[in-house]
């Protein structure tokens, strides 16, 4: 009788089981179709050419939203260049997806003839499930047994690179830039790109490859121990790469500590990035990008488009004889150097400035490559500029930026600073809480030199009502008490609002 009591209680399983699985599927919307599906089913016929722009966080629009995405500053471009053809441009950008969503979302909406097809990602091919990682009920039912029982992990299309990935748990999270298991994902990858590519030529869809961009002076987001290096020596490490920033914060030259750390690992991707950051302050860009992108490169959790992944598109466009956009470089051009916090909200999202010339490098790719309209019909020396599209458009990129410097002024205040020196589309140089902000990045990154001369030279400090810091955190309320502290000694504090004049951007 034991074995029919078992069978029982397995039974009673499967159907508690069955029953948890409809709940969770009901929770995740398991009749809600992918987005792309859902982006598609909300297009209306219309007889005006349409442009799909597939991509990741940084063509949705993220942190701004889609309404300041890509898209939108590209449609409002080409609606001014083609002012007969009226445009319209679609967007499929989604935060968190990989080649591989972006392949099955290019192949399935391919169908309904776009005007052109453009191709922006890269950014998040680093975990090792962008391999084959799946959208779908079915999928959702593997992964919900493997996190409750831990089993049936052969299920799972991308099993291997999981176990590669955490194998050694003792090196940290995401891919060593240098192992097989990069060069996979890389691969596939490439694949990746060129079925999609595929798709649009077999459909007869014009297709425009647009290389990502990235801010190259946001720091390595995880820095592995060096192998190579004794435990003491690792220690020592990061002893030195800690004094330089201490150097350097209090006014002092931190490249001897910088150079003893090269000399112990000079691959190590916080090394490389030291040496960024001395040769930009020296003023040389062309070595500030190249140990810059070195430090990208050799970082295990990019969160933006590494080198190879560049070249991957590269390589994709001439094998198939596609155009290609070369975003990175025209982000170089504006910057007149490698880019940095003016220009990005961190790592690899751009601020509206910096979605605008995405879009209007993209409208000229598909100028140049003769699509949309005949050559004659393009007014391109009518383009909007940046001013013109930012009315049109509008946004509270303030409340996101705010929220981002928030961060920075209390993890990388050199950082906040650099961001601080543009503040948001639509805030004037002279807005009092921005001009407290580069205040306090130079407060907590320690720039004595200049702070007390600003103080000096402003008859005190300005001081904020409590309304304006009332939606800060604690730790940013905090920081700026002692901050009034400091420099209450120097001179009179003034009113909010009645600062120095600066020099600005326009």
Known sequence: MGWR???????FLLVIDGAILLAVEAGLGWRAPPYHRQVARSLKPTDRPRVFVFG???IYGFPYGPESSTARWLEAILQRVLPEAGVEVVNFGRPARSSHHLEQAVRETVKLKPAAVI??????EFLARSLA????????WCYFHLNTYRCGFDLLADWRSRQEQTAQADLGPGIAPDGPLAQRVREQFLVNLEHMIAHCQSAGVPVLLAIPAANLAWPPMYSPPDPSLSPTDQQRLAALLAGATAVRRAGQDPMPLIAKAARLSPRHPAVAHALGWQARAAGDPAEAERHFTQARDADRLPFRCQGPFQEAMRTAAARAGVPCVDLPERFR?????PPGMEWFMDNCHPRPWGQYLMAEAMADGLRQAGWLAPADAWCWEHRPGWNEVAAKLGGD???CERAAIHRLLLEHPELALEMAE???AGVAET?????????????AAGREGEWTQWVAESDGWPVLSAEQTSTWPTAVRELYGKAQDAASATGPRRASGTHPPTTGHE
Request: positive net charge; glycine residues 10%; contains cysteine.
């Open 5 to 11: 009591r078992w069978l029982k209680i397995g039974l």
């Open 56 to 58: 990741e966080s940084t």
């Open 119 to 124: 191709l922006c990602l890269g950014h998040n």
């Open 133 to 140: 990682l799946t959208e779908g009920p079915r999928h959702r």
């Open 333 to 337: 051009e504006a910057a007149g150097g």
């Open 397 to 399: 990129w303030q409340r």
């Open 422 to 424: 543009r503040p948001p």
């Open 431 to 443: 807005d009092a809480e921005w001009r407290t902000y580069r205040l306090l990045a130079r407060f």
